[in-house]
């Protein structure tokens, strides 16, 4: 059975109480996706996160100082660029990037989060993005019978 294309995230914990309504917001708008919620105890984490990132469609990473101080996000960020995956970046908080992580990041689009008015504002673009379109669940056609 095929899997349906995804979108995997890639953001530090700390800031959970920004991505998660992200998420939900990507969710609501049919965006099929992967985060590490709910990996199993005693799972070989390096592996279960390699085949996901090999596996995923899109790779979306939220920067802030936190995701650039975590060996665990920068590694799934090395491993995705090694792997040629399709990067976009969402930038949290405004961040100084270190010399090398500006070069990994540079060419690859990115979405200023302080550039909308609010968060809702930022939500409503994140889903109309066309970047996210090969993970979007297809759309269910509506067929209307006439009466006899």
């Known amino acids: 059975m095929e899997q349906q294309p995804y979108v995997f995230i890639s953001y530090a914990h700390a800031d959970s109480g920004k991505v998660l309504p992200c998420i939900s917001a ?12 709910g990996i199993e105890a005693g799972s070989e984490w390096p592996e279960f996160i390699a085949q996901k ?3 995923c469609t899109k790779f979306l990473l939220f920067v802030s100082d936190s995701y650039l101080n975590s060996q665990n996000c920068k590694r799934e960020l090395n491993f995705a660029i090694s792997r040629k995956k ?11 990037l270190s010399p090398g992580m500006e070069m990994q990041l540079g060419t690859y689009q990115a979405i200023y989060v302080s550039r909308f008015g609010s968060m809702e ?26 009466p006899a």
């Open 53 to 55: 990132v090999l596996s």
């Open 121 to 146: 504002a930022f939500h409503n673009s994140l889903c109309a993005e066309h970047y996210f379109d090969p993970c979007r669940a297809p759309q269910v056609l509506q067929v209307q019978v006439a």
């Open 26 to 37: 990507m969710r609501q708008c049919g965006i099929a996706l992967w985060y590490d919620d």
């Open 86 to 96: 399709d990067i976009l970046t969402i930038y949290l908080d405004q961040v100084d």
